[in-house]
């Protein structure tokens, strides 16, 4: 993939490592009932690994994740503080609101996307209560110690903004530093080239800020 400002989520590998970062992708082995702890307990070990094997410098790592992604990159700062920053897009925050909440993309409820789908609870709410609390990130939201940057569409279909805005109060109410881009028009992935541009360039000045001791951009302060 060429190097470019116009990504749909902001996210591009060799524009990253043009600028000096080491990007690494790691697999995940999952379990049902437990796509949160499954997801931070991979990242965490195979970060490790890298360190371990290549000279990564472990004061200045970043974590990054879009939809599902979005979903482990919260579920994970929530486990460990080994990250310095992160960055979320369009991830879900509540397991228990989502899961009652209408999938507009099917005409649907997205109950199905929990029971027997990517979100892999494998079982209906009711019958574990606790298990969609615990893999709930805003449900740990005063473990986090990352500084964390979520984005979401307006029009999101897919994974509804409110997602992001639950973990986004969850964390303003809590102190913690916090930023939400919230794109108009725009639905589970970024299409307005200028969206795109824009986010892109926010995620460097992010990972620039925290991973590259670079100054705070403007947009960076609250309002």
Known sequence: ?????????????????????????????YRVGQPGFSASECVIAATSSVCDLYPVDRSRIGLIGHSFGGYEANFTVTQTDIFRCAVSGAGISDYMSSYFSEDKNFTNVSYWRFESDQRRMGYPFFENKEGYLLNSPVFHARNIKTPLLQFTGEQDTQVTPAQSFELYLALRRLNKENILLVYPKEGHILLQRGNQEDLTRKIIDWFGCYLMDNPKSEWMYPQ
Request: glycine share 6%.
């Open 1 to 29: 993939v060429n190097p470019t400002l116009h990504n749909s989520y902001g996210f591009n590998i060799s524009l990253l490592a043009s600028q000096g970062y080491f990007v690494f992708l790691p697999d995940i082995v």
